[in-house]
Structures are given as structure tokens and as C-alpha cells.
């Protein structure tokens, strides 16, 4: 099992301990560092700004938001950040949830997700192939457009930028049990949410038959301190804020996932409190049974006997969230 570092989308403003933190990752001999977006900060310039000081460390994306750019615009990101970090890019794609994509992106929320996602993905996976000028008969991403707005004048385009690599890693974050069985068709790898080394079989049976060189790369909250409680207040914070906040009252996937997994009441709860705007109490009723299990918090020795758990599973990658360089080290030597 490879050890990444996850580092997330920024805050109200750029954190200037991530770089030191990349090349901290890169000299413990981590293979990956992870960036992610929501309504704020993208995700693929501060893996640029990563890339120009380090040189070896993969960069990935957990996730690139599809609704934040056009299929082919994604691709044309991809395919520059590959070339300038010398074929070092992991893409990591998401369809997010209704409320991202129509109250921040402006777009409606497919109706169907699962074509718009295989849609989206045909289109990536021509660019840099270049084999072709770039052709999809789609319902979501039709290229060229021949919609009834449209001029009419549209024409198939291959890219003038040749890749560096022709196929250019694509994982998908997929919650539900349907969604991660087509991203074992059309993907080179999955981003797990709230992975529980104990429980794959809530992603469906497809979790036990991934294809050979499948990626499996969950992000998880990892901190060695003496107080696990104290250590689990983070995790707690983010699920509160993924549950209660990420979506809407009757359609949020991440509180169905977390139901899926024996917190149904406790997932709707967070929902009612989250909602009510009495957030604080929303973090403080996710059980700490639940944010434990999708973490590794605690002494070393802790972290040293559950880690087993997580190498035992499919899980090819992970992508850990570690705050501090103390942290970052116990992994890698754990993991020697």
C-alpha cells in the first residue's frame, strides 16, 4: 500500500506549510500528494505551484469538481499539468452533489449521473489519445454541439498540444454501490469516501472483484497523539460539515452513504442539527465510533495495528490527511 498526502482545497486564503509539507512527503518517499475543490480554491493550480518544487511525488486531484469545467477543458488541464511535471499527474475526477452544481456552478444536476460521469470520461480519455478528431454522440457532453441553440457550425477538433502520455490516469469518487461498479468499467482507479476497512461490502460486491492494477485510494484522517478523542475532533468537524452541509435536507449522498453503513438515525440527526444552523452540536452528535473507524488517530501504537487493517483490504493508496511532519514520518516508517 502506497502512502499519499491529501491536502484538501484551501480555506479563506492559500496555507503556506503545504509545499514544505509536499517536499517533507516526497523525501519520506510518499508517491502521491492529493488537492481537492469545493466553492473556493481549484484544484489544479496548487498542484502546479507542488509540481515546479518537487520531482518525483505523484499529483493528484481528489477530487476535480466535472461540473467546474467542460470535459475537454478537464482534459486540456490534465494534459499541460502532465507535460510540465513530466508525467507525473493522478486525475481524479467527481460529479459532486445538486447543490454544488447548481448553486455554485450554475449547471443542472444530471438526471442521470451515471452517463453524464461515462460521458464525461470518453471525452478525457480521447484528448490526449489524440488518435482522432474528438467525437461523443452524448446526452450531457455532446461534441461537436448540435444542440437547437446552437450556429451549426461546429466541427470535430483533435488537440494541437501532443501528450506527454497518451493515457493519463482517471479515478473516480463514486459513493453509491452502481456508481463504483461503472467506475470499475471505465476507470484506472476509485476514490473511496469514508472507507471502513471492516465494511467494503457496502460499496457492493464489485469491491471484490476490481480489476488487475485497479487503483483504490480512500483519504483518511491520520494523526498520532496520545488522546484519540481529542485526535477524532477534526474528523468529526468534517463529517458534520459533509453530512449536514454538503447537499440538501432530502438529497445528500454523503449522509445515505453514511446510513448505509448502521448510522442512519445518527446521519439524519447531524442532517436536522447542521441544518437548524446549530452546527457545533452537529459535530458533537457524529458518533466517535464512526469517525474512528475511517481514521487511523492516536498513539503510534495505534495507528501501527490498524494500519494492518487498511494494507489487508483492496486499498492500493492512501491519501492520509496528516497535519504535522511528525505525523507524515510514522506512516512512512510504519509503512517500510
Known amino acids: 500500500m502506497r502512502l499519499g498526502l491529501a491536502l484538501g482545497y484551501w480555506g479563506r486564503g492559500p496555507d503556506a506549510g503545504q509545499v514544505p ?6 523525501r519520506l518517499g510518499y508517491h502521491s500528494v492529493w488537492t481537492a475543490e469545493s466553492w473556493g480554491s481549484d484544484a489544479f493550480t496548487p498542484l502546479t505551484w507542488i509540481a515546479a518544487r518537487t520531482s518525483t511525488i505523484r499529483l493528484g486531484t481528489a477530487v476535480a469538481q ?6 475537454a477543458a478537464t482534459a486540456m488541464h490534465a494534459l499541460t499539468l502532465d507535460h510540465l511535471s513530466g508525467g507525473r499527474l493522478l486525475l481524479g475526477l467527481g460529479l459532486s452533489g ?4 447548481e448553486g455554485w456552478y450554475g449547471r443542472p444536476f444530471p438526471a442521470s449521473p451515471l452517463t453524464a460521469t461515462r460521458e464525461y ?6 484528448v490526449p489519445r ?3 478528431p474528438v467525437e461523443v454522440d452524448g446526452r450531457f457532453h455532446p461534441l461537436p454541439y448540435r444542440g437547437p441553440d446552437g450556429t451549426g457550425l461546429g466541427r470535430p477538433l483533435r488537440s494541437i498540444t501532443h501528450p506527454l502520455r497518451r493515457h493519463l490516469p482517471v ?4 459513493e453509491g454501490p452502481r456508481n463504483v461498479a461503472q467506475t470499475a468499467r471505465i476507470a484506472d482507479g476509485w476514490l473511496p469516501l469514508y472507507w471502513a476497512p471492516s465494511r467494503p461490502e457496502v460499496y457492493g460486491d464489485v469491491v471484490r472483484e476490481l480489476p488487475p492494477g485497479f487503483l483504490v485510494a480512500p483519504m483518511a484522517r491520520v494523526q498520532v497523539c496520545d488522546d484519540v478523542a481529542e485526535g477524532l475532533l477534526p474528523v468529526k468537524a468534517m463529517l458534520g460539515f459533509y453530512i449536514g452541509g454538503m447537499g440538501h435536507a432530502a438529497r445528500n449522498f454523503h449522509a445515505d452513504l453514511m446510513a448505509r453503513m448502521g448510522y442512519e438515525a445518527e446521519a439524519r440527526r447531524i ?6 444552523g446549530r452546527r457545533e452540536e452537529a459535530v458533537r452528535a457524529v458518533p466517535d465510533a464512526f469517525a474512528d473507524e475511517i481514521s ?9 495495528e490498524r494500519l494492518e487493517s487498511w494494507r489487508a483490504g483492496p486499498v492500493t493508496d492512501l491519501p492520509a490527511l496528516s497535519p504535522d511532519p511528525h505525523t507524515l514520518r510514522v506512516p512512512a516508517e510504519l509503512n517500510a
Open 130 to 132: 489524440r488518435r482522432a
Open 66 to 71: 466535472m461540473a467546474a469545467r467542460s470535459p
Open 271 to 276: 442532517q436536522e442539527l447542521f441544518l437548524a
Open 21 to 26: 509539507l509536499a517536499q517533507e512527503a516526497e
Open 121 to 126: 470520461v470518453d471525452v478525457v480519455r480521447q
Open 98 to 101: 445538486p447543490q454544488v452544481v
Open 171 to 174: 479515478l473516480l469518487g463514486a
Open 296 to 304: 487511523l488517530v492516536g498513539p503510534r501504537e495505534r495507528v501501527a
